[in-house]
């Protein structure tokens, strides 16, 4: 599975927009983009993934650059409780649908 | 619907015991997995079990660390005996099945295993 690369840490003011990068510019055509967070004392929380086209839910939005090396995630009007550590990892699709490989993610605080 | 649950909360037991960790998937999950995160690290997988079998075992540490998931529901981790450097918090995992659009991984709270 590529590596990726995240910011260790970054802060957010509360109501604003927080925009998260990561670079993984070895993944290949078959591997998606996935962003879990761990806020404080509770398990990794699944946020939104995508392969080529960007993506939005309800808790964020996933934009991927058109080489694929790099993707943002961003969540649009951060709140206290979005203060977390934030994952971007890349999965295969073929034989590693199992583990997914944490790095050191990105610190967030959002501050009032 | 109810989330992935594991018990206990927190344990401490002391260097040379042994200790049982238990993960109760997402109801109809076939696929469930053990993480750990060890004081100061990332977090690791330890195992990713298929209904009942053991799809992956890669990230066990050794000999000591024994995962079951009889009859493909929930899951016991056993450490025996337990050393100082398996301190750390336990979390367990479930996803439903191998297409992307199922195979999110939703995790439970953890096991905070101390070991004296």
């Known amino acids: 599975d590529a590596k990726t690369t995240q910011p260790p840490s970054m802060d957010c003011a509360e109501g604003r927009a927080a925009n998260l990068p990561c670079n993984h510019s070895?993944?290949?055509?078959?591997?998606?983009v996935y962003w879990y967070r761990q806020i404080h004392s509770q398990g990794p929380q699944y946020i939104i993934h995508g392969l080529k086209n960007n993506e939005t839910n309800e808790m964020a939005s996933l934009i991927i650059t058109e080489d694929r090396k790099s993707s943002t995630l961003i969540l649009p009007h951060a709140t206290l409780r979005d203060t977390a550590v934030y994952y971007c990892?890349?999965?295969?699709?073929?034989?590693?649908?199992?583990?997914?490989?944490f790095g050191a993610g990105t610190q967030v605080v959002v501050t009032p | 619907e109810a989330g992935v649950t594991q018990f206990p909360s927190h344990s401490v037991i002391e260097k040379g015991q042994t200790v049982t960790l238990r993960c109760d998937p997402i109801?109809?999950?076939?696929?469930l997995y053990w993480y750990r995160r060890v004081m100061g690290k990332e977090i690791k997988f330890l195992l990713h079990?298929?209904?009942?079998?053991?799809?992956?075992e890669s990230g066990m540490p050794n000999n000591r660390f024994l995962a079951e998931r009889t009859g493909g529901t929930y899951s016991t981790l056993k450490v025996q005996p337990a050393e100082l450097e398996d301190s750390g918090v336990y979390f367990c995992?479930?996803?439903?099945?191998?297409?992307?659009?199922?195979?999110?991984?939703?995790f439970g709270p953890g096991t905070r295993l101390t070991v004296l």
């Open positions: 109801s109809g999950h076939d696929n």
């Open positions: 995992a479930s996803s439903q099945g191998w297409v992307t659009s199922t195979d999110t991984q939703y």
């Open positions: 079990f298929v209904k009942e079998s053991k799809q992956d």
């Open positions: 070895t993944i290949s055509g078959n591997e998606y």
């Open positions: 990892i890349v999965r295969t699709s073929t034989d590693s649908w199992g583990k997914l490989q």
